[in-house]
């Protein structure tokens, strides 16, 4: 999306398709013995945070004007116009969303006690609302 940004005239922008860099959770063959050389060339911790850090460092970068700039969004067939303003809240919301998630899975997982422990009390809600996102 950042790159739709800086070059609002480059193609349209599409979340279809999207690349993954974690590779797919072993099979039970896998788990029980069998060697998976895909998940043990799992990407380090440093590689997602050193990832993150030049996403955010880019997005900081950017002059705010820049965030009312129109890009095309490809959405199947069709294009549409959007700005980059309202796909970042989109992209925000949507992490809470995956937030949600992973706060009820772990929250069952661990137990309530010990999740709260480690699981901020508001992590997967919205922010100011008080309200859990939909799973």
Known sequence: MLDAVQHPKGEALSYEGGRRTV???PSTSELL???NQEY???PLISTFQSQFRTLRDRLISLPESSFQNPIMIRRGSEIIESTALREVYAAAFH???HFAIMSAILREIMGPENAE???PVQF???PKTGVRARL
């Open 117 to 119: 422990k480690y699981i």
């Open 124 to 126: 997967g809600f919205k």
């Open 95 to 97: 992490s809470i969303h």
């Open 40 to 42: 043990e060339k799992s």
């Open 33 to 35: 013995g069998t060697e």
């Open 23 to 25: 590779p797919p959770p």
